[in-house]
């Protein structure tokens, strides 16, 4: 089973000069400054680009509107001959006067412990310019919800696709060796907003992206960092620095040769994205290569769907002890491979040190 | 349901002074610093104290070693009577000389790829003091295993269920109302490595440690936190003030009743475990709730299997939008209740706002 996992670790290969920055990369010989976001999606980092995601050029203008089943949904019919349907107590759930929600932080003040959740309409009205529906409820409260607001969050399953993918990105690229690693400019990301958009959605669909240009210096991994969020700080420290040392508490630490691995497997949630910085390059050797798990993966589970299911079902050791920005002892149970309830490869726990 | 899930909730009650650290307690009205630690597994966070846990009081003196089943399995008889049987593809994984083990980082060197997973004994000897294994293998390699290293890797149902207990600690009190919340001193904790362990021991095990007697002023959340790890920088800072604020970003900074919440649930990763220091008392109110969301839900489980299941495995969308230590927009979607392969509740994702 083990040699037939590593067979199906298809290599792409290649060597790295001193001013790139490679992300999602497994330590090589080189020395390299090291590091991992805190941000589990910071793709979605950026309120300036979810604002620009979520705008939808859509016919909000609405025909009119009618209770249904007993007053427990509202059907809005929409200008452009489409309906809407909402539930009762999801509107009264989601009203949005000062009273229920609170504007300044975009969030819910109606407790649960105050929401009837038999909740009827007592009355709709649609107002004038046809733009707003009002609703007042039996204990006379009133809601208000703009056309837009409710079209946005429409229950139709089409409605709902679109809108998870404008949030979520689902697109994925699984690559073996035939990949042509996305490579882009790092000043550019750091200075343009559309490369910086660009560089993460790249790096959302394939997971890795080359960035090259920056400064033959620490620091560069710093900036990247607080470009979209901030570095998450670790038992190795904030950033760390990969090379040959004495009494190494990491096997990176040495001129030894790594095998594929991820990194802190023994962490409970380990690294979403990591930035390596290629600073000194070995004279000879220290070449790096990545693998693209999931694509491994996929491919192990057509192939040898027994050896998947052990690697999906058991559990397995991990430790890491040592002495670096504090003392640290760390256990953890993992699979090798972990799958959503629907069967999904969604992490690979994999390392032989 | 949701009703009856509120109806669940075995309110706690109790009022704070200002010299107590509390522990995983819902944010009130109260003035607070608070902030979480990057730690997933703190009480394993002191190799001291794995050291200690680890030592057994057993008789690792050997009788002899021979070879099983076509030399793919070692037998270990003990002085004792008993016996350890190790498969000889694990011994030679596990060599622990320098070229197959990195002492320094206690990691294996050896590489997946040299491994041969269906290598055999060619020879094994006992060396005279009866304390040591030496194992030579096809290719003329030897490994020397202690006889201790290996009583404490003994692969029997008992000896692994041991091993797993004094590293994971899996004993749990689920509570209600009737908690009698622990409490322990605060300068105690921070001075003796014994009260230290006492008041981590009792986390794992409650969920909850009410500490008194910190100094009414910021930065004692710092202190705990360094005095076992460091603290996990999050959007809204490293600490936060949890305080009536002007154009609130969040529902905590107003002061308006809070329902029962989760922090963080728009985060994949959200804190394991939180302080909470309450500096300034408001004059009215500022009554602190804290309930067992583990206890609810097993209990929900009994009397209410089909609310259950939904809450099990219906994904809701969390958003979190702002601007703090940072920018951030933040978009997840999580179950209420997540269970782990066993159906047993490893996590809630609970927030009205």
Redesign the interface.
Known sequence: ???LL?KNLLRTKFYEDCSRILLQIPKGRPSYQKCFL????PW????R??QAVQTFNIDTAIQKVETLEEKQFICVHWEDGSESLYPSVWLRDNCQCPDCF?H??????????N?D?NVEVKDVILTEQKKKVNIVWPDDHTSEFEAEWLKKRCFSDQARAKAQEE??LSERQYWGSDLELPTMDFEEVLHSDESAYKWLVTLKKVGIVLLTGAAIKQGEILKLGQRI??L????YGPTWQVQDKL?????A??N??L?FHTDYPV???PP?IQFLHCIKQTSTGGESEVVDGFHVANRFKEQNPYAFKILT?TFVDF?D???D?????????QRIIDVD?NGQVVRINFN??
């Open positions: 089973m083990w040699m590593a805190s941000i589990s999606k979605l980092h950026s309120a680009i979810v609170l300044s932080a975009k969030a819910r003040k109606l407790l649960l412990e929401l959740i949030l979520f969020g901030f998450r700080l670790t038992f009494d190494a508490n990491n096997v630490y040495t030894e040769k095998s962490l409970q949630f979403g079902s430790t002890i040592g002495v920005y504090c003392d640290f002892a760390m256990q953890a149970k309830e032989n040190a």
